[in-house]
T-cell receptor
């Protein structure tokens, strides 16, 4: 079974631009979560989607948004990029919301200059 | 809100030796799940072990085992016969139980070095 796939692996953007990151979950997984990882803040939860519905959202500004498609693929969008948005963005899928472990992708390294 | 603490930012162990990574958490919930994840330099987070809070028996996966003390809210990871490939960041994580998806809460991580 193919793992969680995130594209692209690396991105360099300029302040003020917007960016879209993509995530394809493991086949059959309907729950997709996004996390931001930085050296200072560690791993922080962004949001979780299940069957195209956002079930939970972390404490991030409205510039961060996401969506999930009917095939469970998910996209995350960050608008009006700031320098502090530079981070590793990890996508994870799970087979159900109840107690199942997360399966992570390799992440997208976003650098904002 | 739940919090997860890992008090050891860095640890090192000699190859073939045993090391224990500490994790404590704070919650008022009685039903939850605990996990240890490993993140090697390749940066992909890999599940190491999972524990269900209602199970008293400590989880074990090959060389990895946990010491789960529910009353003390402690969840340490023991790695036996350490190998060079065990070198990585290790994250302890908490997830509430319940039908509606709950976000995972991760600790700050412990960087483990394995010395040859």
């Amino acid at each position: 079974k193919a793992g969680v796939t995130q594209t692209p692996r690396y991105l360099i953007k300029t302040r003020g631009q917007q960016v879209t990151l993509s995530c394809s979950p493991i086949s059959g997984h309907r729950s997709v979560s996004w996390y931001q990882q930085t050296p200072g803040q560690g791993l922080q939860f962004l949001f979780e989607y299940f069957s195209e519905t956002q079930r939970n959202k972390g404490n991030f500004p409205g510039r961060f948004s996401g969506r999930q498609f009917s095939n469970s693929r998910s996209e995350m969008n960050v608008s009006t990029l700031e320098l502090g948005d530079s981070a590793l963005y990890l996508c994870a899928s799970s087979s159900s919301p109840e107690g199942a472990p997360l399966h992570f992708g390799n992440g997208t390294r976003l650098t904002v200059t | 809100a739940q919090t997860v603490t890992q008090s050891q930012p860095e640890m090192s162990v000699q190859e073939a030796e045993t090391v224990t990574l500490s994790c404590t958490y704070d919650t008022s919930e009685s039903d939850y799940y605990l996990f240890w994840y490993k993140q090697p330099p390749s940066r992909q987070m890999i599940l190491v072990i999972r524990q269900e809070a209602y199970k008293q028996q400590n989880a074990t996966e090959n060389r990895f085992s946990v010491n789960f003390q529910k009353a003390a809210k402690s969840f340490s990871l023991k790695i036996s016969d350490s190998q060079l490939g065990d070198a990585a960041m290790y994250f302890c994580a908490y997830r509430s139980a319940g039908y509606y998806g709950q976000n995972f809460v991760f600790g700050p991580g412990t960087r483990l070095s394995v010395l040859p």
